[in-house]
């Protein structure tokens, strides 16, 4: 009987081939790692409006109990369930999706083939087309056609993951003139604003002001929503002319508007 069990926990192990079998084998484990019972992380789940998510509902998922029939899980995880998790344990959700430096592999589509998690974190995040194993045990982009007459899947994907492209320019791009806009603040402060140095930070500002205006003509051109900034930012990017729609441009504290 011990041999038996023994022999599912290591057929359970080997086999784990589908992202339920790894993202549940994480949750198990960031809940040791924060010393935390089954029942603990239920109450997390419980303040987090998760309440069905109970130490039996954990002992199942975590458990990864199969239908002797199909072999399938007969608990899996759902998506609303993972970010539960992931939140409760303060754990990114890709992390429990792709634990990079935790395992070797985690499973992709076509037929869920491994892969290094982290090809898997950043396809996951926009960050590298979709991939497939092929014969020589490399990763290549799959170019293979979308129904019958649609994009390949990575033409595809390069339209999808334009505008986070395009957001992760403009947040690198505001917090480069963040860092200008401190250091002029600072210079302003001591009475060297007029310097030599004062003089090449308010050219590194307007360099960096003019970027932002420029991400935010593009994306707003695309029809993409933009960030909300207060009055003043506002302004001062509509004045570097940019912008065609420079009244469109969101201010926070508007009604319906979202900030950074």
Not at 105 to 116: G, I, K, L, R, T
Not at 147 to 160: F, I, L, S
Request: proline share 6%.
């Amino acid at each position: 009987m011990h041999r038996l069990a023994l022999r599912n926990l290591m057929g359970y192990l080997v086999d784990m081939h589908t992202p339920s079998d790894l993202v549940a084998d994480q949750i198990r484990k960031h809940r040791e790692r924060l010393g935390l019972s089954r029942e603990d992380l239920a109450r997390e789940c419980k303040k987090l409006g998760a309440p069905q998510l109970t130490a039996a509902a954990i002992i199942n998922i975590e458990v990864g109990r199969r239908n002797p029939q199909t072999g399938k899980r007969r608990r899996e995880v759902s998506v609303d369930e993972l970010l539960i998790f992931a939140y409760a344990m303060a754990v990114p959700p890709l992390q429990l999706m792709f634990p990079v430096g935790r395992v070797d592999e985690a499973p992709v589509p076509p037929a869920w083939s491994m892969v290094n998690p982290m090809l898997g974190w950043r396809w996951a995040a926009g960050e590298e087309a979709p991939s497939s194993l092929r014969a020589d045990g490399l990763a290549h982009v799959d170019r293979s056609r979308i129904g019958e007459n649609g994009p390949t899947r990575y033409e595809a994907w390069r339209q999808v993951v334009h505008p986070v492209k395009l957001y992760h320019r403009l947040t690198d791009e505001v917090l480069l003139l963040k860092k200008a806009t401190n250091r002029m603040l600072y210079l302003e402060r001591i009475g060297e604003v007029e310097s030599e140095e004062g003089k090449h930070v308010a050219q590194l500002r307007q360099h960096h002001l003019t970027r932002v205006a420029e991400a935010l003509e593009e994306m707003m051109t695309a029809g993409y929503s933009v960030p909300a900034y207060d009055q003043g930012t506002v302004e001062e990017i509509q004045s570097t002319g940019i912008l065609t729609h420079p009244e469109a441009l969101p201010v926070l504290g508007d009604q319906g508007d979202v900030g950074e």
